[in-house]
């Protein structure tokens, strides 16, 4: 208890007290001790706003669980001094302690508190699916989602519950899940919406879209604020409804989603989802021969998505902005954008979209040499662990793709190569959905060309570029990537012959 200073001088060690009194009080009585401490902090602190000290307050108070339950006077002001504090912790970042508060705020309302408090129970479910669903326990969210749309009164309070079970769905790996359910929920806010679209269809609603957008795009629409939440709602569900077409269906059905979200934006004014409607637009029509047009579009959709300042949305953003239009720009800084996103969307508990920034990231660096190979190959390893952290399969597939180009680049898989890998069968399967399918078949494809150049296979590297123009959407950019090393190929087996 007792220590030497600097001085020579002998010195209590405070802590030490402090934990000796402590230990000195009874079992049976910590638990009033804590709590006490915790109801005269809250009553000196009630209606303050005072920062961390929240986390203080709560922890101790809800040490005295069995006393507030028989004091109904105290049951909901405790349940909102948890809710308060989870929300500073989801401030914080910190979806794991947020959890632990919305959990406490949760136990302390009464057993009708959806009859008797049905805000507070509606605010305090939905937090705490978040919060759960942020910190990886799946299984809780999933259930505490059905609860809410079990007792919701109305389809409006269930939406935010129905949107993050998409959410989860796509993180899962599950893009016709997340498909079926913004289909079912736009068919309830009015929308038709087909289960087949045909391409001519698409072919005349995109140049209708454009046509659309050169008319109206200015500083009168951008003022004009879409005031009508239902239809922000189904925008939302359409942006969703497209990001999870383009993983499981035809490419034309995705970009009818996109050109219909952006349609009712253009008619009806601008909303927080408005910047991603653009920029999907702008990331499935873009070409050679209209890249500065639909790269103006772009860039309008970054500046528009910066007004609005959700972190979520910008990150979304930012990732469809790298699959189309910031081809453009330099791969070196659109791989160090999104890795930021990455970071972005993880802390803010976006883990579906943070992991879309990752494998944008890792084909950028990849195709790039934004950082060395080892290194490079040392932070997908990173990745592919949070995916497993995550169980989040919507892209661990093409990081792994990824993962064994870079391999192959450092040694020929020698020594850097793992067991997980992505075979030809894992891409081709018959009873794969086409859409996921190509979509696969194509990365693959792709990175057979690339890896099979750089290692010097001649034969083989024109053998999958030759599958790549089989399957690849005509007029992308990937496209003219492939055309460039099937061209230095070619001209490689040229000079090879003329050796001969």
Known sequence: FVELNAEGYIKFVHDKVREAAYNLTPDRDKKQLHYNLGKTLYSICEGKDVGNTIFLIASQINHGKEFIETDDTLRIPVAKLNMKAGKKALDGCDHKMAYFYFLAAVSFLPDDSWESYYDLSLRLYVLMSRA??????????????????????????????????????????????ACATCSSILTQLGETVPETVTTEMVGDMIPETLSMYSEVYGDNWLGKK???????????????????????KPLHMGAYFVCKMVQLSLRNGVCQYTPLALMQLSSIVIRIDNAAFVHRIAKSALVLSEKF???????????????????????????????RGFSSGLSSGNASTAFLCAGQWAN?????????????????????????????ELIKKFILCYRETVSTLIDKGQTTAIDAKLSYTDVSDPGRDPGTGNKLLEMFYFHQVFRNYWIGYSERCHHYATKFFTVSKPGHFRIYVIKFYHGLNSIDKIRKQANY
């Not at 969703?240 to 499981?248: Q, S, V």
């Open 132 to 177: 759960a669903n942020s910190s990886c326990q799946y299984d809780e969210a999933e259930l505490t989602l059905q609860r809410i749309c079990k007792r919701a009164r109305c389809l409006q309070d269930k939406l935010p519950a129905y949107f993050l079970m998409v959410t989860m769905f796509l993180a899962q790996g599950h893009p016709n899940q």
């Open 226 to 248: 879409m005031d009508d939440s239902t239809l922000c709602n189904i925008v939302k569900f359409y942006s969703a409804m497209a990001t999870a077409a383009y993983f499981c």
């Open 309 to 339: 300042g959700s972190s979520d949305e910008m990150t979304e953003v930012l990732v469809n902005y790298y699959i189309g239009a910031g081809h453009i720009d330099s791969y070196q800084l659109g791989a160090k954008r999104l890795r």
């Open 364 to 392: 950028f660096s990849t195709i790039s040499a934004e950082i060395d190979l080892p290194s490079l190959l040392r932070e997908m390893d990173y990745y592919l662990h949070l995916l497993e952290l995550y169980k989040s």
